[in-house]
C-alpha cells in the first residue's frame, strides 16, 4: 500500500489558509505555499525546525477557531 506524497490544506473553517492563524502554524511546521494553498511533502515535516508547531497545537489551535 503507498502512502502520500503530499497534503494540501486550502481552507480553514471556510477561509483561504493563507489568512489564518493555523496558516502560520502549518508554514512553521514545513508546510510551503502553492498555488491551491499549504503544502507539506514527504519528509519535510522531519526537517522542519525544533520551533515548529506541532500537530497537537495545530489541533488545539483548529478546535479554538
Same mark, same amino acid.
Given at each position: 500500500?503507498?502512502?502520500? #506524497?503530499?497534503?494540501? /490544506?486550502?481552507?480553514?473553517?471556510?477561509?483561504?489558509?493563507?489568512?489564518?492563524? /493555523?496558516?502560520?502554524?502549518?508554514? #512553521?511546521?514545513?508546510?510551503?505555499?502553492?498555488?491551491?494553498?499549504?503544502?507539506?511533502?514527504?519528509?519535510?515535516?522531519?526537517?522542519?525546525?525544533?520551533?515548529?508547531?506541532?500537530?497537537? #497545537?495545530?489541533? #488545539?489551535?483548529?478546535?479554538?477557531?
Amino acid at each position: 500500500m503507498r502512502g502520500l #506524497d503530499t497534503l494540501t /490544506i486550502e481552507q480553514v473553517n471556510g477561509v483561504f489558509v493563507y489568512e489564518t492563524a /493555523i496558516g502560520r502554524m502549518l508554514r #512553521d511546521a514545513g508546510f510551503v505555499e502553492s498555488p491551491r494553498g499549504l503544502t507539506l511533502r514527504r519528509g519535510a515535516a522531519r526537517t522542519a525546525t525544533k520551533t515548529s508547531a506541532s500537530a497537537t #497545537d495545530v489541533t #488545539d489551535a483548529a478546535s479554538r477557531a
